[in-house]
């Protein structure tokens, strides 16, 4: 077959996906690292709930008291969109 891209057909652009957000918000409580996945998380606490959210790498800004806010798709495995975090806890 031979490659170009006048045989190609988009099937699928995220962009155009009509997401459905949400936001979490609360302290942050803890912050770990899920080794089998390679992953650093954070958790925080919302009051009704703790969730538990991908942290982009080990950035300073993620530390333990600091209030965050988290814009994430809705469903079964939300996917994190942007994270805010305060500057001081």
Same mark, same amino acid.
């Given at each position: 077959?031979?490659?170009?891209?006048?045989?190609?057909?988009?099937?699928?652009?995220?962009?155009? #996906?009509?997401? #459905?957000?949400?936001?979490?918000e609360?302290?942050?409580?803890?912050?770990? &690292?899920?080794?089998?996945?390679?992953?650093?998380?954070?958790?925080?606490?919302?009051?009704?709930?703790?969730?538990?959210?991908?942290r982009?790498?080990?950035?300073?800004? &993620? @530390?333990?008291?600091r209030?965050?806010?988290?814009?994430?798709?809705?469903? #079964?495995?939300?996917?994190?969109?942007?994270?805010? @975090?305060?500057?001081?806890?």
């Amino acid at each position: 077959m031979e490659d170009s891209a006048d045989e190609m057909v988009l099937v699928f652009d995220a962009k155009r #996906q009509a997401w #459905q957000t949400g936001f979490s918000e609360g302290r942050i409580t803890r912050l770990y &690292f899920l080794p089998y996945e390679g992953e650093h998380m954070f958790e925080i606490d919302e009051g009704e709930r703790v969730s538990s959210w991908l942290r982009p790498g080990s950035s300073p800004w &993620f @530390v333990v008291g600091r209030r965050a806010r988290i814009e994430h798709t809705c469903g #079964q495995h939300p996917e994190v969109l942007r994270i805010w @975090v305060g500057r001081a806890s």
